[in-house]
């Protein structure tokens, strides 16, 4: 499972820089504007240059509305400014059809420009509190618009956690929809250490994380800290071991 951190700006991309071993991804977001807040470009490009070359830098679009040219447009600017995972909130796709009509322009827009670049369809665990696309729909969204990831978070940073709105069965369900088509699975949303164990458990290839690696647990007032970071990771790498070690002999 690969770990992505979230950190709201450069300031805070420089305190992942130095837990740099512990983490997988950056990922460049404006968590004033939103659970999957777009950032300024040059943010996302100063993020780029802060962070080691060999560490991914992921950036979100937004939680978009539905409106395919615009959302479009914003999915293109953060690829032009470094980002190579590129994720899209489908927070005003109200259907399916919907998802899959925006999806589509972002693929376009981000693999005419970099084709190896990675876009993630976001949906949110609590779309019951804010009307769009049910989360299992998410991995059939993202396949057929071609896209590379199906990601869960939540829509509303009041405590409750990805599990409180999707149980970890649902959540099995949603990677397992996810592998079948190809995609590559992402859960996040308030995520804290003791999820970790049925997260691997069901397969999750990448959790986002921001408040679990903040001071006080407070993803708002607390900053990232790289030793946060490395307690993350050393549970991550725990569960991972004993998830090796638990699963049956085959044959
Ligand atoms: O993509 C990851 C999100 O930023 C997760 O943030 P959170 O752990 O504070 O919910």
Known sequence: MLLLIS????????DCAKAAEHL????VKKPDEGSLGANFPWVIREIRDAVPADKPVSATVGDVPYKPGTVAQAALGAVVSGATYIKVGLYGCTTPEQGVEVMRAVVRAV?????????????????????CVNP???????????????????????????????????CA??????????????????????????????GTDIVGV???VCAGGDRNAGRIQPHLVAAFR??????AREHAVGIPAVN
Do not use: N, W
């Not at 950190?7 to 420089?14: F, I, K, M, R, W």
């Open 7 to 14: 950190p709201d700006g450069v300031e805070e991309a420089l």
């Open 136 to 170: 299992l729909a998410l991995p059939d969204i993202a396949a057929r618009a071609g896209a590379d990831a199906a990601m869960l978070d939540t829509a509303i940073k009041d405590g409750t956690r990805l599990f409180d709105h999707v149980p970890p069965d649902a």
């Open 210 to 212: 921001r408040g679990a």
């Open 234 to 239: 050393a549970e991550m790498d725990r569960q």
């Open 111 to 131: 693999k005419d420009h970099r084709p190896e670049a990675l876009v993630v369809a976001s949906g949110y665990a609590d779309a019951h509190r804010i009307g």
């Open 173 to 202: 369900e949603f990677v397992r929809r996810a592998h079948a088509s190809g995609l590559l699975a992402a859960l996040a949303g308030s995520v804290k250490q003791a999820d970790l164990g049925p997260l691997t458990r069901i």
């Open 24 to 27: 997988d991804i950056v990922d």
